[in-house]
């Protein structure tokens, strides 16, 4: 598949050598180019051999000379030059069937492709990719790669994801692990269908796989309260989120004792609902999970604490206040009352935002919405500066999961909007503002 050439850098290597937008890009050193996987992978060469077609159809060859990381200044219509692949599965935990009407379209698309997980961490399901696929990412030695596995077990794994081809794809995990391919794996928990013995099979078969499994995170199941006509679950309880935290612990103990790594993790959120303490900066290691909540709140308190034993001010007349979801909650409440104890004067109010949009059960500050805010702060003394969690808009960073916009939130509260960082010294500055 050819791909066409949308623009090309000025001052670049490919504007240099007379590449024009317009222009098709056929093959580098011989290599069809199907998608940007492709084009980065066969880039590295310092030598390539581009071949092209101009916008009348006439073909012509470029040779450029670079160094490996190089980039030649080359931008095409889209970023992974085709479509994105979505979802093909029906799985009965999938949030995105439980969102609302009215939400901006982007939210209603399931993403599943494989090229957004190498180049970006997205989590697949392997159902898109076929055996040429799975050749071409052994060959490119692309990892490591993230697989949203839910369970070892072919026949449950094809009921709980709906596609006939969800349990035969279970044996690309293992093709990758013995090619040397790093593989991150992900078990989104519902009560009573995979979790409990179903979850010691699939740790136990995850396990055996080797050294090339990087990491195990267990996520309990999101239930949005828009679940009409979908499959019939269960939220996790203090008794059950302890059960899992258990079998996690006895399955990753039971690894090491036989020479593994025992790599499996349980989300924060399971913490939370068995109501026991998070567990240490030492049990998560590098904290290979973050992504999916494992260790954010150890990791965050850390730095936090890190950043404030650090901090030279003593005393700051000012008052702001957070924001936060209901998991957070306390977490948020803990550090602002360490900094207040610390700086004299400075005043920090913590809001618990209840989700109305999708239900008090989801309690992610990720997806708390702006019209939540409004209503939780309608009687609310605010101070200088309102701040909203660092991962509750979009990527283009200026509008809520409710299509309100920053500039919306900061007219209906009469308060300045900062957003804070992803870590705990971004959040301690967020506190004291520019000094």
Known sequence: MSVRIKSVESGSKAEAKGISAGDTLVSINGHEINDVLDYQFYLKDKKVIISLKSGGGKGRIVIIRKDESDDIGLEFETYLMDKQHSCTNKCIFCFVDQLPEGLRDSLYFKDDDSRLSFLFGNYVTLTNLDDAEVERIIRMHISPVNISVHTMNPELRVMMMKNPRSGECLKYIKKFTENGIKVNAQLVLCPGINDGSELEYSLRELFRLGENIESVACVPVGLSKHREKLYPLKPYTK??????????????REDRESGGKGVAYAADEFYIYAQRPMPSAEYHGDFPQLENGVGMWTLLRDEFIEALDECDITELDRHVSLVTGTAAFPLMKELAAMAEEK??????????????????????SGLITGGD????????????????????????????LDNMTVDELSEKTGAKITQNGPGGADLLSSFIGEQ
């Open 343 to 364: 700086i004299k004067k400075l005043k920090i109010d913590v809001y618990e935002v209840k989700n109305r949009l999708f239900g008090e059960s989801i309690t992610v």
């Open 239 to 252: 008794e059950t989120a302890g059960e899992v935290i258990d079998t996690i612990d006895r399955l990753n």
């Open 373 to 400: 805010i409004v209503y939780t702060l309608k009687d609310a003394e605010i101070g200088e500066e309102l701040i909203i969690p660092p991962n509750c808009l979009r990527s283009e960073g200026d509008m809520f």
